[in-house]
């Protein structure tokens, strides 16, 4: 049995990317080992410049030195499925905002009249009004009419995304969803970055890493100080950020965490970092408890 080994090169682009993503699950169907590796370390890659031929090289030494052991994600199980739905929700939500800002600016600029008559309207009144505008009248009431129709068909397209993502995640992980402060698209991102095959996280100290609340020591002769690791996730590290303040707003353990905390000398940013360490645990333990899903060769 052979190894296929795929690098993660930062800044890869066409072909050679196209090629580690279609390969690498077909060697895996086939039974053959598939190992992940990391880009190379900074000082090395400026020892010997950045090439695809150095890149294999550097890959290919560090499976064969044990320092490079990853499993590539499977992505072949509902965490495909919710990673291909958050890709066009989070399209969906940036045009919608991106339509809502021209709106509000073209009603700025309209004739006086009818920038009165939609003045001071909440949200919701003004797509409405701006939707029932007569588009034959002028160049503006047709601009502003299109683009609240667009607003609607984006909302009810995101809308419709969101139950689609959170029956998945009730279907595969419903435990999650259960945790305080974690709604379907907190839950959809860190399952996202944890992958299917959630097992190639070795315990919840990978997982912490992963999403970028590991800490780092940091400390000095004057000072003992740790700070969080900035080489993961940074889309979970921000799903993990607004459960935190989700959970200082809402529930009664984390608010008294805080108050103990910072009557210990800690600052907020700091005991929401910490904080942000311990729903990582939790997180992963819910995560680890879903099943694997099962290949298909099996399946069949």
């Known amino acids: ?72 994600k499977s992505k072949d199980g509902p965490v495909e499925e919710l990673r291909v739905l958050k890709v066009v929700k ?56 299109l683009l609240a129709h667009r607003i609607k068909q984006l ?24 945790l305080t402060g974690v709604g379907p698209d907190s839950a959809a991102i860190l399952l996202i970055a944890a992958g299917d095959n959630h097992d190639r996280l070795r315990d919840e100290a990978s997982f912490a890493a992963l999403c970028d609340v590991s800490p780092v020591e940091r400390s000095s002769g004057k000072s003992q100080r740790r700070r969080l690791n900035r080489g993961g996730n940074r889309q979970a590290n921000a799903a993990l950020y607004r459960i935190a303040l989700s959970r200082l707003r809402w529930e009664e353990r984390s608010r008294a965490y805080l108050l103990r905390r910072t009557a210990e000398g800690k600052t907020k940013r700091e005991v929401i970092r910490c904080l942000k360490r311990y729903i990582a645990h939790e997180i992963h333990r819910a995560i680890a408890s879903a099943p694997l899903p099962v290949p298909d060769s099996l399946a069949a």
């Open 1 to 72: 049995m052979g190894t296929f080994v795929g690098s993660r090169r930062e800044g890869w682009r066409g072909r050679n990317r196209l090629l580690r993503r279609r390969t690498g699950p077909h060697l895996a169907a086939e039974g053959i080992e598939v190992i992940e590796v990391n880009r190379p370390d900074r000082a090395a890659r400026r020892r010997s410049g950045k090439t695809d031929a150095v890149d294999a090289e550097a890959a290919a030494r560090a499976v064969l030195g044990g320092r490079a052991t990853g499993a590539p």
């Open 90 to 145: 989070d399209s969906a939500v940036r045009n919608r905002t991106q339509a809502i800002n021209q709106l509000k600016a073209l009603v700025v600029s309209a004739p006086a009249q009818l920038r009165e008559s939609l003045t001071g309207l909440s949200n919701p009144a003004l797509f409405k009004a701006c939707a029932a505008l007569d588009p034959q009248a002028s160049a503006v009431n047709k601009a502003l009419s």
């Open 155 to 178: 909302s009810a397209e995101a809308t419709s995304l969101t139950r689609r993502i959170a029956a998945i995640l009730q279907a595969h992980n419903p435990q999650l969803l259960e």
